[in-house]
């Protein structure tokens, strides 16, 4: 594409760009709005599915944000009335000693698509971008470097038909220091709180520029970023969903007529008098 086209494109995005994200989010939605709306969301998913098996479609899902962004959430609103087979989410732990003489980006590799699947990565290949870089487990050289390769290799991969869409999820400060906070009080939710949050915690704006120079370098017309405001969680888990079922257009696959369940017998065989080992009902 012309220098001078990117340009306009860019200029025309930042234009169509929603408010500023200091500008102050609207009220919390209720739950009963909430499930209302994403169980109709979750209708339009199963269908995507259904298109994406049936056309063999590639779709990469790449969540970045902050430590407490809500990405965890979001993701498993996405996926939880849909197929593991289809839906699969990559959520990558920490590099082994081989992994870290490879090529930095060949460990995501092997879990990119193929033909009828949807992979969500849950934190990416831009780790190197973020927490590694502010984290200082690579050099400046490394994400140089990284910044420079990441847009050729997701043109590669738009290239090859693979659908990729890459959201960011930003939280307030203020927000964030609730979000984690509550981890420590909550057994259901103290997993969540790593050593690795706690070192973070007072790096903001570390976070912060190391977030505009990925944004700066990788943010093209081919793998745009998309920001999605997390203050309120119900809210960005329906905008997300609303807005990724706009970026794959798809419609209904034809059935092969009314599903219906089959006649079936039942008292032909007698089961066996077998000493089963029932579950108490405690409840």
Request: hydrophobic content about 35%; overall charge positive; charged content about 35%.
């Amino acid at each position: 594409m012309a220098k001078g086209k990117k340009k306009k494109h860019r200029k025309e995005r930042e234009t169509l760009a929603p408010p500023p994200l200091a500008t102050q989010p609207p009220e919390k939605l209720g739950r009963k709005e909430y499930e209302k709306e994403l169980e109709r969301l979750h209708v339009e998913l199963v269908k995507l599915q259904r298109w994406v098996v049936h056309k063999g479609l590639k779709i990469c899902i790449v969540f970045e944000g902050r430590d407490g962004a809500g990405k965890g959430g979001t993701i498993k609103a996405i996926t939880e009335r849909v197929s593991p087979r289809v839906f699969r989410v990559i959520a990558l732990s920490a590099p082994t000693e081989r992994q870290k003489s490879q090529m930095y980006i060949q460990r995501y590799v092997p879990h990119f698509p193929a033909a009828g699947e949807i992979v969500i990565f849950d934190r990416s290949w831009y780790n190197r971008a973020g927490v590694e870089r502010v984290m200082g487990f690579c050099s400046e050289e490394e994400v140089q470097w990284f910044l420079e390769v990441a847009p050729k290799i997701e043109y590669a991969m738009t290239r090859s038909g693979i659908i990729l869409l890459k959201y960011w999820l930003e939280v307030s400060p203020e927000e964030q220091e609730r979000r984690l906070s509550a981890r420590i009080d909550d057994g259901r939710k103290i997993w969540k709180l790593t050593s690795m949050d706690l070192k973070s915690f007072d790096r903001w704006d570390d976070y912060t520029r190391a977030r505009d120079e990925m944004f700066a370098a990788t943010d093209t017309d081919y793998a745009p970023w998309y920001v999605a405001r997390s203050e309120d969680k119900k809210r960005v888990r329906l905008n997300v969903i609303s807005h990724l079922l706009e970026q794959v257009p798809y419609k209904k696959v034809p059935d092969d007529g009314e599903i219906k369940l089959p006649k079936r017998k039942i008292g032909r065989y007698e089961a066996a008098d077998h000493p089963f080992r029932y579950v108490p009902e405690r409840f």
